[in-house]
């Protein structure tokens, strides 16, 4: 079993940064500065070519620190962030901007890198998982949500299918190949969101994974636009999302 080591912290507005590492695989996690008990973990999935304190990942944890009083981790996946990469991510992001400079169809590429990254990061967040629920401030039975786009779904998906302490995640913007047996053993809510004029995922493929979720109580939310243009009012419904699901405070209406 891995140990959770922090290697660095800082604290501004409210939130406590702490950078840790789980074994070899860095993570950060956002929380209250005020350290006032326990409350729910939301783990994130960063998306394909950024890291986990990209712009969206921090500017997603603040509200879910701040208004919610929520816990926030997100790992570096493979090949990213302060992770090297490997040849074979070397060859695999090479392909995708060949078809990308070239007008080809970059989805059968992202889906099957996708998978690979996420055969290794699927038990590297439960090891975090497990890692993080030592700590006091969260301990273990308490709720577990994930959030994660892009390729934050490609690794989500099996996630949330092979454990059981996810009990809402938020998924989105991904082809079904490669992931929809898996949405299939998925029975927790859940929020997807896609483009409705995607110009990587065809419409149906996006509606094909939704409908693949066994889930009781999922929602669909589409909107008009190109795939990089997801409204940021969507983060906002993921928020309330998560305070239905796994209690929050009460400045977060909705």
């Not at 140990?3 to 939130?15: C, K, M, N, P």
């Not at 993080?132 to 577990?144: A, D, H, K, R, S």
Request: hydrophobic letters at 40%; proline letters at 7%.
């Amino acid at each position: 079993m891995h140990t959770l080591q922090f290697t660095a912290e800082t604290s501004s507005d409210g939130v406590l940064e702490r950078d840790f590492t789980v074994g070899t695989v860095p993570g950060v996690l956002w929380s209250p500065a005020s350290g006032a008990g326990r409350a729910p973990l939301v783990l994130m999935g960063h998306g394909g070519g950024t890291h986990k304190k990209a712009p969206a990942m921090a500017g997603r944890a603040r509200p879910l620190v701040t208004e919610c009083g929520f816990h926030v981790a997100v790992l570096d996946a493979p090949g990213h962030g302060d992770r090297p990469r490997t040849a074979h991510d070397e060859r695999e992001i090479a392909l995708m901007q060949r078809a990308m400079t070239q007008g080809e169809p970059v989805g059968p590429i992202v889906v099957r890198y996708n998978a690979h990254l996420a055969e290794r990061a699927v038990p590297e967040y439960r090891a975090a998982l497990d890692a993080l629920q030592e700590l006091p401030e969260i301990g273990t039975g308490g709720p577990v949500g994930w959030l994660g786009l892009n390729m934050g779904t490609a690794i989500g998906v099996p996630l949330t299918a092979s454990d059981p302490r996810i009990t809402a995640a938020v998924f989105g913007l991904h082809w079904p190949e490669a992931l929809a047996e898996h949405a299939k053993r998925i029975t927790v809510p859940v929020e997807f969101t896609l483009q409705w004029d995607d110009e990587h995922i065809p419409r149906a493929s996006g509606l094909a994974l939704f409908d693949a979720f066994a889930s009781k109580e999922k929602t669909l939310h589409a909107n008009t636009g190109r795939h990089k243009e997801l409204p940021r009012f969507e983060f906002d419904s993921a928020v309330r999302f998560f305070v239905r699901h796994l209690g929050g405070a009460a400045t977060a209406q909705g």
